[in-house]
């Protein structure tokens, strides 16, 4: 009678298995925590450059300076609670005297907008929604510079924009 | 007599698997990295942008009443922003001799400190030269004992 001896199997045994696994896990958390951390701050850093709030804020201080820094310093007038402020510029190089004007104003739509208009007749020229998530929004004057308060909330993330530009003409 | 052998079974050796983890954790590891200095240096661009905008605005606002001596940023932007004059910072080396100091301001934003140091020259009659440098930690935390970046603009208004 022939007795077949039984052979080692192919396989794990039961530490390899329990050590395995432990080193697995130490891994699998290390990584997730440290691709938590970083996927959380990747998206904080989004967010504060590319978030509507932040895009708005930006558009917001684009197009006040660009307008105030052509303006009049001569002549503007702003709210008496800030609420809206008008200025006063040139059309071209070639005009002789102050022939436009521009209002910033925001409005019950959560929206700051400009309105630009002739001069002598006052004439309405366009509207341009400059940008939405307004929650207040504020100007003043100090001399020949003027500021514009802004506070942007889009329910998530809420932002302040503190603008001032110089009247150079 | 013959003794069967029985053939190894198909699938991974340990020495196999723990490669593999560490072949993997290297990658991971790496892309996490690229990622956190990306994210670092945003941030980094993000808080030299402030500072230009802290300076910026406080050179427009200056120089709209003509760069005179009695400017006090703290009093027209207080309910804005938090600012503060703090006599005890000093100026980091940035204000120039010739330059007289209007004031040293902290204004903090984000959890930064920012350091504006303004200061003023008359280079001919009626016309005057304001500056102002931004100062900022490249940490958080406080100012003092912290490497700084600064941002300087010089302007000129008549006066």
Redesign the interface.
Same mark, same amino acid.
């Given at each position: 009678m @022939?007795r /077949? /001896?039984p $052979? !080692? =199997?192919?396989?794990?045994t039961l530490i390899?298995l329990m050590?395995?696994t432990v080193?697995?896990v130490i !891994?699998t958390l290390?990584?997730s925590i440290?691709?938590a951390d @970083? %996927?959380r701050?990747?998206h *904080? &850093?989004y967010n504060? +450059?590319y978030s509507d709030v932040v895009t708005d804020g930006y558009s917001a201080r684009r197009v006040f300076d660009n307008v105030l820094r052509k303006a009049s310093g001569e002549k503007y007038f702003v709210d008496d609670a800030g609420g809206w402020i008008e200025v006063y510029y040139y059309a071209d190089a070639n005009s002789t005297f102050v022939d436009r004007y521009a209002r910033f104003f925001s409005d019950e739509n959560s929206q700051l907008n400009v309105e630009y208009g002739k001069l002598n007749p006052t004439e309405t020229q366009a509207i341009q929604t400059i940008c939405g998530n307004v929650t207040g929004c504020t100007f003043k *004057? $100090?001399? =020949?510079?003027? %500021?514009m +308060?802004l506070t942007l909330d889009n329910g998530t993330q809420s932002a *302040?924009v !503190?603008?001032? @530009?110089? &009247?150079h003409n | 007599m013959t003794v069967k052998r029985l053939k190894s079974a198909g699938g991974f050796t340990l020495i196999e698997i723990m490669a593999t983890i560490v072949i993997l954790s290297v990658v991971v590891i790496g892309a996490s990295g690229y990622r956190y200095y990306a994210a670092l240096d945003a941030r980094k661009a993000s808080m030299q942008a402030t500072a230009s905008r802290i300076g910026l605005l406080l050179c427009e606002s200056w120089r709209g009443v003509n760069g005179t001596d009695t400017y006090d940023p703290v009093a027209q932007f207080s309910s804005e922003l938090a600012i503060t004059e703090n006599l005890n910072l000093n100026n980091y080396g940035y204000k120039d001799e010739n330059f007289t100091l209007l004031g040293n301001y902290e204004v903090s934003i984000n959890s930064t400190n920012y350091c504006a140091i303004l200061s003023w020259r008359d280079v001919a009659t009626g016309l005057r030269a304001v500056n102002i440098v931004v100062v900022w930690p490249l940490q958080d935390g406080y100012l003092q004992g912290s490497p700084y970046e600064p941002f300087e603009l010089t302007t000129y208004t008549t006066n």
């Amino acid at each position: 009678m @022939s007795r /077949k /001896k039984p $052979t !080692v =199997r192919g396989g794990f045994t039961l530490i390899e298995l329990m050590i395995g696994t432990v080193l697995a896990v130490i !891994v699998t958390l290390g990584i997730s925590i440290i691709l938590a951390d @970083s %996927q959380r701050g990747w998206h *904080t &850093m989004y967010n504060r +450059i590319y978030s509507d709030v932040v895009t708005d804020g930006y558009s917001a201080r684009r197009v006040f300076d660009n307008v105030l820094r052509k303006a009049s310093g001569e002549k503007y007038f702003v709210d008496d609670a800030g609420g809206w402020i008008e200025v006063y510029y040139y059309a071209d190089a070639n005009s002789t005297f102050v022939d436009r004007y521009a209002r910033f104003f925001s409005d019950e739509n959560s929206q700051l907008n400009v309105e630009y208009g002739k001069l002598n007749p006052t004439e309405t020229q366009a509207i341009q929604t400059i940008c939405g998530n307004v929650t207040g929004c504020t100007f003043k *004057t $100090t001399g =020949r510079a003027a %500021q514009m +308060i802004l506070t942007l909330d889009n329910g998530t993330q809420s932002a *302040t924009v !503190v603008s001032s @530009s110089f &009247m150079h003409n | 007599m013959t003794v069967k052998r029985l053939k190894s079974a198909g699938g991974f050796t340990l020495i196999e698997i723990m490669a593999t983890i560490v072949i993997l954790s290297v990658v991971v590891i790496g892309a996490s990295g690229y990622r956190y200095y990306a994210a670092l240096d945003a941030r980094k661009a993000s808080m030299q942008a402030t500072a230009s905008r802290i300076g910026l605005l406080l050179c427009e606002s200056w120089r709209g009443v003509n760069g005179t001596d009695t400017y006090d940023p703290v009093a027209q932007f207080s309910s804005e922003l938090a600012i503060t004059e703090n006599l005890n910072l000093n100026n980091y080396g940035y204000k120039d001799e010739n330059f007289t100091l209007l004031g040293n301001y902290e204004v903090s934003i984000n959890s930064t400190n920012y350091c504006a140091i303004l200061s003023w020259r008359d280079v001919a009659t009626g016309l005057r030269a304001v500056n102002i440098v931004v100062v900022w930690p490249l940490q958080d935390g406080y100012l003092q004992g912290s490497p700084y970046e600064p941002f300087e603009l010089t302007t000129y208004t008549t006066n």
